[in-house]
């Protein structure tokens, strides 16, 4: 039996205060119609990016019995989306995961979430660098941002990124085995005070890519927004290029107008009260094609 409502399988974990991981991901993907189920990989008081003393409650150690219940309950996914994991061991629990509850015309979405600004998250270490590189191996989708593309390859953080270097990185991205491979938070300089996302569909052997506007401030939470709203775009049956085009828009809109009212960056994107745009329909789309 179908799913009447598109459902997802989320793995990720809750933080409590700051806007991000499954705080951003249930609400956006709701918005636009779907259903989330929480897969949750560890409890924080608050996202690790600016925050001391932040509590931090490892899952590992529950996930397995969560899943088998899940299984016993024969629970079908349109879509299973990893992100930040509670510890290294998890790795393996959603490989399995994903070969569990693989099915046909499902989307598998690996965000390798490492780190941000050439710098490893708090709670990683190399070990979970080697790791997450066996994971992508699963996915359809993976979205690592600059900072995890260098990490996933091997490389040093790059000052600058020029068109070549761009296409080799998503060539040996996707040559680890995901079909699609979007690198998110790419200086852009053909185009000043530009950043862009871009794609790259081994399939059709397509790149494309979407330019927005740099706003020079770090909230975090904004690879959960872009994943999500990429995610249910794609659900609901639109393009590649289109889905691309719909997340920057959506996630450029939240930045741009979070950064009128001078909060704090560390509480995140205030996407409340935009969640209504997600259902709009594209009016302007700005996708090109690279050759
Ligand atoms: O959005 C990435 C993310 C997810 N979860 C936790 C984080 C971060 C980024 O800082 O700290 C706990």
């Known amino acids: 039996m179908q799913n009447i409502i598109p459902r997802i399988a989320a793995i990720h974990d809750l933080s409590g205060f700051g806007r991000c991981s499954l705080t951003v991901i249930i609400p956006i993907l709701s918005a636009m119609g779907m259903q989330v189920c929480p897969l949750p990989t560890a409890v924080l008081s608050t996202h690790t990016g ?36 509670g510890s290294v061991r998890q790795i393996a629990i959603v490989g399995n995961f994903i070969k569990a509850f693989r099915k046909q015309k499902q989307l598998v979405v690996v965000d390798p979430v490492l780190g941000d600004d050439g710098k490893l998250y708090d ?5 979970m660098i080697q790791k997450m590189g066996e994971l992508v191996q699963f996915a359809d989708i993976i979205t690592p941002n600059m900072t ?14 020029d068109e070549s270097k761009l296409k080799s990185w998503l060539l040996r991205l996707a040559d680890k085995g ?11 300089h053909m185009s000043e ?40 775009s794609l659900l609901q049956g639109d393009s590649l290029p289109i889905a691309l085009d719909r997340a920057v828009q959506f996630l450029s809109m939240a930045i741009r107008s979070t950064f009128g009212y001078q909060c704090p960056t560390r509480e ?9 745009n997600l259902k709009a329909p594209i009016i302007s789309s700005s996708y090109q094609m690279l050759e």
């Open 123 to 127: 709670t990683f270490g190399e070990e």
């Open 50 to 85: 600016g925050f001391e003393n932040y509590t931090f409650v490892d899952l590992t150690d529950h996930m397995q019995d969560y899943i088998e219940h899940w299984k016993s309950l024969d629970l079908r996914f349109d879509c299973i989306y990893s992100g930040f994991l």
């Open 178 to 188: 995901p079909n699609t491979v979007i690198i998110t938070s790419v200086p852009d």
């Open 268 to 276: 995140g994107v205030l996407i409340e009260r935009l969640l209504e």
């Open 193 to 232: 005070n530009k950043t862009a996302v871009v794609a790259y569909n081994r399939k059709d052997q397509k790149i494309w890519k979407v330019s927005c506007d740099y706003i020079p401030t770090d909230y975090p939470g904004t690879g959960d927004i872009f994943t999500s709203a990429l995610i249910g």
């Open 148 to 161: 995890e593309a260098a990490f996933l390859l091997n490389e040093p953080y790059p000052e600058n990124m």
